[in-house]
């Protein structure tokens, strides 16, 4: 078992930058692969980020390319969002994910992340 727990989110105007973390704890040498995505209201859903643990290779979604960086810090185990330029159209809860074993994900809370213009 993987739990998470996110933390981060808050009011920023459109410009500014937010860092969110994902504190993982529990089966930590299982994780293969940690993802933040998001769930704008009335929307489905999506993938923003995501970092592969063999290797540490990203990738992200054509929306937030140049804007966020996904990284993590093992010794913490702890992943980051860092979202820069953000727009009001970044408005969502975010949500942590890890992939563990061969099936298995876990999901943390979500943070509220809203961008006034």
């Known amino acids: 078992q993987v739990q998470l727990v996110e933390s981060g989110g808050g009011l920023v105007q459109a410009g500014g930058s937010l860092r969110l973390s994902c504190v993982a704890s529990?089966?930590?040498?299982?994780?293969?692969?940690m993802r933040w995505y998001r769930q704008a209201p009335g929307k489905q859903r999506e993938l923003v980020a995501a970092?592969?643990?063999?290797?540490?290779?990203?990738n992200y979604a054509d929306s937030v390319k140049g804007r966020f960086t996904i990284s993590r810090d093992n010794a913490k185990n702890t992943v980051y969002l860092q979202m820069n330029s953000l727009k009001p159209e970044d408005t969502a809860v975010y949500y942590c994910?890890?992939?563990?074993?061969?099936?298995?994900?876990?999901w943390g809370q979500g943070t509220q992340v809203t961008v006034s213009s």
């Open positions: 970092i592969i643990t063999d290797g540490g290779s990203t």
């Open positions: 529990g089966s930590i040498s299982s994780i293969r692969a």
């Open positions: 994910n890890a992939q563990y074993g061969y099936f298995s994900n876990s």
